[in-house]
């Protein structure tokens, strides 16, 4: 094949190609901000803050201690979903992992008050005490999940399985800490039990919902 033939090929493979505008971190964390802000937003114009945050004074330690769990679960996952959307090989993507792994000490702290008191326990196992704040946790958490989604559907991540679980934690963990900020109870074990359940039936739908809608 003689060099005008190759040009030609070539010519005539790339006629048709546009540039693509370079995809951006920043620009992805921008949409997440905006869902958690979103979420948050409309939970609390919805139902309001929680009373002493209402009132301009702080949460007790323990409900702001895993606030801030939440919360370090929620961006670490959110960030390791955006950075799937980028090309690269042998990138990590773990690290959502070990903020998840901080974060089981909510529910480990709850089962030891839970045998100390179990009657306390059973009340706030009941589901009309904490029904309620798992669903508003899930939802809260949907504007995030949808900007992860999309930033994501852009990218086509190598593993959809992987994207899915970390879409959801990352919007469960978005969900259960907006939902903090509403919710009256200091209880540990409401907490653990009910925001948790918030974060894990996210991972759950993300697990088993997303992956066909990202594949190639």
Do not use: Q
């Amino acid at each position: 094949m003689t060099k005008a033939s190759i040009d030609d090929l070539i010519d005539g493979l790339a006629d048709e190609l546009e540039p693509v505008r370079p995809r951006r971190v920043a620009r992805g964390s921008l949409w997440v901000v905006a869902g958690w802000i979103g979420g948050g937003a409309a939970l609390l114009w919805l139902s309001g803050a929680r009373h002493d945050l209402a009132d301009g004074a702080m949460m007790p330690p323990l409900p702001m201690l895993s606030f801030w769990l939440i919360v370090a679960l929620g961006l670490a996952a959110a960030w390791s979903a955006l950075r799937m959307g980028l090309p690269g090989v042998g990138r990590d993507y773990s690290g959502w992992r070990w903020a998840g792994l901080a974060t089981l000490a909510l529910p480990l702290s709850a089962l030891v008050i839970g045998f100390g008191d179990s009657h306390a326990a059973m009340e706030a196992a009941r589901p009309e005490n904490g029904l309620r704040c798992m669903i508003e946790g899930a939802l809260s958490g949907l504007g995030v999940g949808a900007a992860l989604f999309f930033w994501l559907k852009g990218g086509a991540p190598t593993s959809p399985t992987r994207a899915g679980w970390v879409i959801g934690f990352a919007a469960g963990a978005a969900g259960a800490a907006i939902v903090a900020l509403h919710c009256t109870s200091n209880d540990m074990i409401h907490i653990a039990l009910w925001h948790g359940l918030a974060i894990l039936l996210s991972g759950v739908v993300g697990r088993w919902l997303l992956p066909p809608l990202l594949r190639w």
